[in-house]
């Protein structure tokens, strides 16, 4: 088990309590909507908003936490994440804020408190990028963007 640091934000909402795992099997801990205003968010179709959790943390070197999007939210009212992924780095220790998107057809309301991501820890491996003069063949080669048939 890997260790995050959390700290949290002047005026933030403890009572919200840190990230968790709503179930054993788990792989990503829920994020809540940390409203400094303790308010709410009104996103409309295509809208999109950069939501507070209250918190910073401390990723340990040779780790990152990639930012997810909830299912139940994305099949039900169309909110995403734009850059899903989206990746913190074992460097940062700005505020942590998750980009929330309106794909659906009707406005939706972020309220403080709701569950609105879930972040999964997971290890980077670093790779070195060498400049070659050819690459080597495969029988796919440089076929893409459906070259390799329908499903």
């Known amino acids: 088990?890997?260790?995050i640091q959390l700290i949290w934000d002047e005026g933030a909402d403890r009572d919200l309590g840190l990230p968790s795992y709503a179930s054993a099997g788990a792989a990503g801990a829920d994020l809540r909507a940390n409203l400094p205003?303790?308010?709410?968010?009104?996103?409309?179709?295509?809208a999109r908003a950069l939501v507070p959790t209250g918190l910073r943390m401390a990723i340990p070197e040779?780790?990152?936490v990639q930012i997810r999007p909830r299912s139940g939210?994305?099949?039900?009212h169309g909110i995403t994440l734009p850059n899903s992924?989206?990746?913190?780095?074992?460097?940062?220790?700005?505020?942590?804020g998750v980009i929330v998107m309106n794909a659906g057809q009707?406005?939706?309301?972020?309220?403080?408190?709701?569950?609105?991501?879930?972040?999964?820890?997971?290890?980077?491996?670093?790779?070195?990028f060498d400049l070659?003069?050819?690459?080597?063949?495969?029988?796919r080669g440089a076929g893409g963007f459906g070259s390799t048939g329908r499903r």
Not at 132 to 139: F, M
């Open 1 to 3: 088990m890997v260790a």
């Open 37 to 46: 205003d303790r308010g709410q968010i009104d996103l409309a179709p295509g």
């Open 62 to 64: 040779g780790y990152e």
């Open 73 to 76: 939210l994305a099949l039900k």
């Open 85 to 96: 992924p989206g990746t913190i780095d074992s460097d940062f220790r700005g505020p942590l």
């Open 106 to 128: 009707e406005s939706f309301t972020i309220r403080h408190g709701d569950r609105i991501a879930q972040m999964v820890v997971a290890p980077v491996i670093l790779a070195r």
């Open 132 to 139: 070659v003069d050819a690459l080597d063949d495969t029988a």
